[in-house]
């Protein structure tokens, strides 16, 4: 019942996002789109964050859900961590660009270590502090290109390659590659 509620309020969020300004969305506007009585959400989720965590849980799970073949190598499986993540958020565009407008960057940004953390479960690279810092930077600035990047998520992709290519390369130089 719990994760039914979550899951309805995480659609109704990303709907009414993508049809008007997300400060003028209410968590009572959430129970209402969703068809859940508002106390029932607000014991699971007393605030729009708490939505929104579980939109941010979901896209996770894209990721996690990734069953990769025998012997491929972490960069290759952090690339299709992160490309299933963001093929999971895509048809959420412009609820994802209206929400993270409104929040400004350093509330978007407190979740990085979240999503970074995901990230390297899903690709099996255990988390360490140095690997979560620098898989949170790539995330950032992936996540920037991909805001800007209307085409088939080729300047996303590249980016990414290019960002994970010097993860590796500067996580080997401190003993912490992967």
């Not at 309020?9 to 959430?30: C, F, G, H, T, Y």
Request: aromatic residues 6%; contains cysteine; neutral net charge.
């Amino acid at each position: 019942m719990t994760d039914d509620i979550l899951d309805r309020a995480a659609d109704a969020a990303l709907a009414l996002a993508a049809d008007q300004p997300w400060p003028s969305v209410s968590l009572r506007d959430i129970a209402v789109k969703a068809d859940i009585p508002f106390p029932d959400l607000y014991a699971k989720a007393n605030s729009r964050l708490a939505v929104l965590a579980r939109v941010s849980e979901r896209f996770d799970c894209a990721a996690l859900a990734i069953d990769y073949p025998q012997g491929s190598n972490a960069q290759d499986r952090l690339f299709d961590a992160v490309m299933a993540r963001l093929e999971a958020m895509e048809p959420h565009r412009t609820a994802l660009l209206n929400i993270a407008k409104a929040q400004g960057a350093v509330v978007a940004a407190m979740r990085f270590p979240f999503i970074a953390r995901a990230l390297l479960e899903a690709a099996g690279v255990p988390a360490t502090p140095p690997r979560l810092l620098a898989m949170a930077a790539v995330w950032a600035r992936v996540v920037q290109v991909w805001r800007e990047d209307d085409a088939a998520l080729n300047r996303t992709m590249a980016e990414l390659d290019k960002r994970l290519k010097q993860m590796a390369q500067r996580l080997g130089m401190i003993g912490a590659g992967f």
